[in-house]
């Protein structure tokens, strides 16, 4: 499975969401690459730091794809792990398109706080053209950094329900410092010792969502693989019978 956290503002926290999706996969026993398709880099320095706090032991493999040739590196790199998560930077980039084009499911957090219906219209408007050329592509749109309490979490997320080109996950990640103390520790939300129970609930929240959207993914990829197989054995009966 391609995922892709985007968007197209900085701070939204694609960073945060990819670097503990990829850490929630690799506990999960997935076979996970992490890439950073982002030139600030900073998801590459989580995943150096990582490595430096396990002694190498990060539970995934990290590395850095950016311009016109992701596209191409990623169809190759496809079938070589079970999962690729790819977090991208803060503006509609060649990269994120790229990534955008072979992925299977796009991620985008939305920061309740400096929500502008604007940057939703963008995205929306980005999906619509990535749609052309990957009409499976499946969309979803969340709250990050959202308020553990107040109104902006509901007009924000009002705003992304009214959305064609996205669904919304109901499961928001609330401004916790937990997100922060983990990456500072090369962690994962869900490693953080002593655990925060509030941070680790509305990620895991989150998670099982994306689990759920990824089964019907597979399913969907799987009855189309069969569709195909019953056609050509039909085809082939057919042929037969000539
Ligand atoms: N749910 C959250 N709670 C608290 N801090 C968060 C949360 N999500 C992100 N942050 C912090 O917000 C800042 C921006 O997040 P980041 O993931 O780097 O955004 P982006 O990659 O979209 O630019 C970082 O300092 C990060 O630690
Ligand atoms: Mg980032």
């Given at each position: 499975m391609i995922y892709v956290v985007g968007g197209i503002k900085g701070g939204g926290g694609k960073t945060t969401v990819a670097t503990n999706l990829v850490v929630a996969l690799s506990l999960d026993k997935r076979d996970v690459l992490l890439?950073?398709?982002?030139?600030?880099?900073t998801a590459s320095d989580f995943s150096a730091w990582r490595d430096e706090r396990t002694e190498g032991n990060a539970g995934y493999t990290s590395i850095q794809l950016t311009g016109r040739n992701a596209r191409a590196e990623l169809l190759r790199?496809?079938?070589?792990?079970?999962d690729i998560v790819i977090d991208t930077g803060g503006r509609d980039t060649t990269s994120q398109r790229a990534a955008m084009s072979v992925?299977?499911?796009?991620?985008?957090?939305?920061?309740?706080?400096?929500?502008?219906?604007?940057?939703?219209?963008?995205?929306?408007?980005?999906?619509?053209?990535?749609?052309?050329?990957?009409p499976?592509?499946?969309?979803?749109?969340?709250?990050n950094r959202a308020d553990s309490r107040g109104s902006d979490n509901d007009d924000a997320a009002e705003a992304l329900k009214d959305e064609q080109a996205f669904s919304y996950l109901d499961t928001p990640l609330v401004n916790r410092k937990a997100f922060s103390n983990a990456a500072a520790q090369g962690m994962?939300?869900?490693?953080?010792?002593?655990?925060?129970?509030?941070?680790?609930g509305e990620f895991m929240a989150l998670y099982n969502k994306i689990k759920k959207v990824n089964n019907n993914v597979n399913n969907k990829v799987e009855?189309?693989?069969?569709?195909?197989?019953?056609?050509?054995?039909?085809?082939?009966?057919e042929k037969g019978k000539k």
């Open positions: 890439v950073d398709a982002d030139d600030q880099e790199l496809k079938d070589k792990y079970q992925a299977d499911i796009y991620l985008v957090p939305f920061n309740p706080r400096s929500f502008d219906v604007w940057t939703v219209e963008k995205v929306s408007r980005l999906i619509d053209e990535i749609k052309s050329i990957n499976d592509l499946e969309c979803f749109a969340f709250l994962g939300v869900l490693e953080l010792k002593p655990e925060d129970s509030k941070a680790t009855s189309n693989v069969k569709n195909k197989v019953i056609s050509n054995v039909e085809n082939n009966v």
